[in-house]
């Protein structure tokens, strides 16, 4: 009988820990170019297969060094993944799979289980379901060509459907057919994918990862032999000593590290983001436009970006994409920190909010400037600071009166201002980066938002997009506080093979640094 995948692995995690000593001489196997590749670990980002991961990024992109979806992104665009090629012609689009692909278990990879994986995410969506807009899967039918074609028929093609269509893990069909309860399902078999990397271990009470190259892979060649996320107390330190590979650095730490030429550091620019979301529905008072732009007045962003973010940094644009996303609009309205004028909206309105936020250091020094900025205008503020996932939870729920909400991403193509602002959107996904606020709707914004998705001349969608800014700058329905630029560093002689996408900054979470390149 298959044992519960977590007691079934407790051992192995002890086996992780001993093995990140930093005593431990990193050598590569034959096969391999590294024995062993660490990055701090510490947080339980769920088990990683399509059920079971946590939506966030980190969650995300352990899965997907498991399982496997048809296409890639690489620093240009689309690339070669599980299908070797594929075309598009009207709305149907038609994927050839390798040939040599296969299962961890040795199974081959087929179109038998692409169509069984639509069918399977109908039935059952999965944690990030990208065949899915506004509740409806976009595939309308699909026809097997032989085992290794398949067309995907959809009803109406959208800027965006080749990448849903390339980015949706696949699931072995002779294992996931006798799966009543995905939900639920955590046995050994769950964690057989396609990828790159095999399932070694996973600890949640130490947030701590293994997995194992997958030596006969039919893509490119994982480049480490075990890939390692280690809790660590302070990543600092455990990078200086040698106990992780990878580690963000602070903007107060960079002195030290910047002129090392045996450190190499890449900027992740403006791709993280805070925002504050206001419940409407609990406070009414704020349908009121003027409400609204009054908040903008009353905070001081820019000591959110001099304080919080150490001048790594911008005051966040009121059309919410930053300025250095390539979609960005330079003419969105722009709000300057006043306080008087903001006052002035305030007096006499007696207003008592709870602030929900998550209990991270960043998290809990913003909420201390907005608290102050708030206060001082007349706005009675309490902090409510609960963990990330039950922040997450109760933002998903609806659950908070003002909540701060800080995420990443915010250097792709900015359809997420469709799940963010459309009436038709903003609730349908799982995600609580991309929430929108309680209580507001706008007929002109959810119209913008919903045809930039189905336009495919690419110039004519950036005038939509940049329009919609413009308009969501005018009606400011989310506050968005500021975007902040991360750095992450590594040690040059080790490993060199760090990776962006064309549209997604964080590397640490791009599985394309996890194999060699060509």
Known sequence: MAKNIIAFLMLSIMLILAACSPSQENVASDQFNLSTLKLAGGTDWGAPNPYLHDPRGPGTAKMKLIFDSLLEADEEGDIAWLAKDWQIEGNVYTFTLYENARFHDGQPLTTADVAFTIDYY??????????????????????????????????????????????????????????????????????????????????????????????????????????????????????????????????????????????????????????????????????????????????????????????????????????????????????????????????????????????????????????????????????????????????????????????????????????????????TGSNPHFMGPLGYDNELITELAESQLLELDFERRKEILQELQYEISKEVPIVVLATKTTYVMFKKDYYDGWVKTYDYQQLEQNRLSYVEKK
């Open 122 to 427: 109908k039935q059952f969506p999965p944690v990030t379901n990208y065949l899915d807009v506004d509740g409806e899967s976009i595939v309308e039918r699909y026809e097997v060509v032989d085992d290794q074609t398949i067309k995907l028929i959809v009803s109406e093609p959208m800027a965006t459907t080749l990448v849903k269509l390339g980015s949706f893990v696949i699931l072995p069909k002779h294992i996931w057919e006798n799966v009543s309860d995905p939900y639920n399902y955590n046995e050994a078999e769950a964690f057989i994918g396609s990828g790159p990397y095999k399932f070694g271990s996973y600890e949640p009470a130490t947030g701590s990862y293994e997995f194992l190259a997958n030596g006969d892979y039919h893509g490119p060649k994982p480049v480490t032999e075990r890939l390692l996320f280690v809790p660590v107390s302070d990543p600092l330190l455990a990078f200086d000593n040698g106990e992780i590979d990878l580690t963000d650095v602070p903007i107060d730490a960079m002195e030290k590290y910047k002129n090392n030429p045996a450190i190499g550091m890449i900027a992740k620019e403006n791709d993280m983001g805070y925002k504050l979301l206001v419940n409407m529905e609990s406070f009414s008072q704020f349908k009121d436009v003027k409400m609204r732009k009054a908040l903008y007045h009353a905070l001081n962003r820019e000591a959110i970006v001099e304080k919080v973010f150490r001048g790594s940094g911008t005051v966040g644009s009121a059309g919410y994409v930053p300025p250095t996303n390539y979609f960005y609009n330079e003419n969105v309205l722009k709000y300057d920190y006043d306080p008087t004028a903001a006052a002035a909206v305030f007096a006499d309105q007696k207003i008592a909010v709870e602030l929900l936020i998550s209990n991270t250091a960043d998290d809990v020094k913003v909420a201390e400037l907005i608290k102050n900025d708030l206060n001082n205008v007349g706005i009675e503020i309490q902090v409510l600071s609960v963990d990330t996932k039950v922040r997450d939870e109760k933002v998903l729920a609806g659950e908070y009166e003002f909540a701060v909400v800080g995420n990443g991403g915010w250097g792709r193509t900015p359809d997420y201002l469709r799940t963010l602002y459309s009436s038709k959107s903003k609730f």
